[in-house]
């Protein structure tokens, strides 16, 4: 049995930025005594306290906060879809997360056609490790996120976004690398845990009975490149990415095996896609490739 609806979310929203229920009644158009009564009946049915009552004053307890932050996204998610029902424009705010390679190299073209499109809908895009950006999305942080194999999908909706070219790099003049026995003793330089492209580097690695000897963690891939060209180890990277990068030709590309090589990103998100996450699927390759396959 659902113990809240949106008209008590507003209500205690109301109050909380009113800062007291009396502003809160006027905002509201209704008496005090009203807004307190049904404050008490949401804390009952929900079991915790909302508000710390000190003398006239009311601060938010630790579930108070925690539900406020509910209660703006499932308000403004219930503003945006009324809007669109009553506009037929898509419009508000898509919080979307992705991998920085994706970020970087990928989704400009895309993002660009969707704001010429969608000029009503504001993009917040995160960037992250496949692993970080699966418990924002777990979070109700973004809406959807592009990831990258391997993954858990779960209950998740997925949709095929763009393959990558995975490619070895290691410091110019160095030998050319077949193996990956070839990397015994050298160090990694990769993203934090959680990012897949560093998970196939390690399973590579584990095929041909080698262990990483370091791990030097980068927070971008212009460090990691940067790194890698002084001499610091070796690192797996997108080749767009690379190709994009300052130091592109001070580093030495090594083909990975036909089974690592190629690395697919998906879009993932879960329950119904909202109107401005459906109008971004549509301007997926894989969208425009399925959409040629049906003609």
């Avoid at 108070?64 to 998610?77: P, S, V, Y």
């Avoid at 997360?97 to 809908?121: D, K, M, Q, T, Y």
Wanted: charged share 20%.
């Amino acid at each position: 049995m659902r113990m809240m609806d949106l008209d008590d979310l507003h209500i205690f929203r109301s109050v909380v930025r009113e800062g007291g229920v009396t502003r809160a009644a006027n905002l509201l158009h209704r008496v005090p005594s009203n807004v307190t009564t049904r404050i008490k009946q949401f804390e009952e049915r929900l079991g915790v306290a909302l508000f710390r009552r000190q003398g006239r004053s009311l601060t938010l307890t630790e579930a108070g906060r925690t539900l406020l932050g509910h209660a703006e996204k499932l308000l403004q998610m219930a503003d945006i879809a009324e809007q669109e029902m009553r506009s037929g424009v898509v419009r508000g705010v898509l919080r979307l997360g992705s991998l920085e390679s994706a970020a970087g190299a990928r989704l400009p073209p895309i993002l660009s056609a969707f704001h010429a499109r969608h000029p009503n809908v504001t993009i917040e895009l995160q960037t992250g490790t496949t692993r970080a950006l699966l418990r924002q999305l777990d979070r109700f942080e973004v809406e959807a996120a592009f990831v990258s194999e391997p993954f858990e999908k779960g209950s998740l909706s997925a949709l095929p976004a763009f393959d990558e070219e995975l490619v070895l790099i290691t410091a110019r003049g160095g030998p050319t690398i077949r193996e990956a026995i070839a990397l015994r003793g050298q160090t990694l330089v990769a993203f934090p845990h959680g990012c897949s492209y560093r998970q196939r580097l390690i399973e590579w690695l584990a095929e041909g009975g080698v262990s990483p000897d370091r791990v030097l963690e980068m927070s971008s891939y212009h460090a990691i490149v940067a790194c890698v060209a002084a001499g610091t180890g070796a690192a797996i990277v997108p080749a767009e990415v690379l190709d994009q990068a300052v130091l592109s030709t001070a580093v030495k590309r090594h083909p990975l095996p036909p089974h690592l090589r190629v690395n697919r990103t998906h879009l993932v998100w879960s329950g119904d896609a909202g109107a401005s996450l459906q109008a971004l699927m549509g301007l997926l390759p894989s969208a425009a490739a399925s959409q040629e396959a049906i003609g």
